[in-house]
């Protein structure tokens, strides 16, 4: 049960997109299409915005984007805005009933 | 309006056990499964454990196996964490999140969290 390799930092400024990488291994991200991405604003509990790769719950942004090729999943986030600065999770069944995060990146909108 | 509560957290010295609570309300408790979720000061999320929505999977971290205990009890639309042998390292807000019918991701609601701090 490694973590997921997340960038600790990405910036971007306002109207700009940006794509935040998550590496697993072939346990994990490459098998399964069970990658989800949370935000977390400081002091607050994290809030699901893409799942399944892909999927966005109702209620999130068009904006947000999620993607998989290989054991890398990718959240992408177009036109970004102030309220985007926080970190995002990345997050993959790991098979067995298991899952594992990733470290998480700050992302910082300038 | 879906609701998860925790409650039980504290300061305990290590070696010591602690039992934190998750109540759940505004949605059908026993369709679902349902995690721990943990995340240390100023650090990142760590998956705990999680329970499958008849208690029939359950799946632990490696850092917790052997000295957790997850459960539920869906007549009290509730959750359970049993913590034993607790470490220094096990200090953390502890979230309770509701996944899908089995133990996977994706967690779409979340709570407030309830702290455990171990120390002597």
């Known amino acids: 049960q490694s973590a997921l390799t997340q960038p600790a930092s990405v910036s971007g400024s306002p109207g700009q997109s940006i794509t935040i990488s998550c590496t697993g291994t072939s346990s994990d991200v490459g098998s399964y299409n069970l990658v989800s991405w949370y935000q977390q604003h400081p002091g607050k509990a994290p809030k699901l915005m893409i799942y399944?790769?892909?999927k966005r719950p109702s209620g999130v942004s068009n904006r947000f984007s999620g993607s998989k090729s290989g054991n890398t999943a990718s959240l992408t986030i177009s036109g970004l805005q102030a309220e985007d600065e926080a970190d995002y999770y990345c997050?993959?069944?790991?098979?067995?009933?298991?899952?594992?995060f990733g470290g998480g990146t700050k992302l910082t909108v300038l | 309006e879906v609701q998860l509560v925790e409650s039980g957290g504290g300061l305990v010295q290590p070696g010591r056990s602690l039992r934190l609570s998750c109540a759940a309300s505004?949605?059908?408790?026993?369709?679902?499964?349902m995690h721990w979720v943990r995340q240390a000061p100023g650090k990142g999320l760590e998956w705990v454990s999680g329970i499958s929505w008849n208690s029939g999977s359950i799946g632990y971290a490696d850092s917790v196996k052997g000295r957790f205990t997850i459960s539920r009890d869906n007549a009290k639309n509730s959750l359970y964490l049993q913590m034993n042998s607790l470490r220094a390292e096990d200090t953390a807000l502890y979230y309770c999140?509701?996944?899908?019918?089995?133990?996977?991701?994706?967690?779409?609601?979340w709570g407030q969290g309830t702290l455990v701090t171990v120390s002597s």
């Open positions: 399944e790769v892909s």
């Open positions: 505004g949605f059908t408790f026993d369709d679902y499964a």
């Open positions: 997050c993959s069944y790991a098979g067995s009933s298991s899952v594992v």
């Open positions: 999140a509701k996944g899908p019918y089995r133990v996977a991701p994706p967690f779409d609601y």
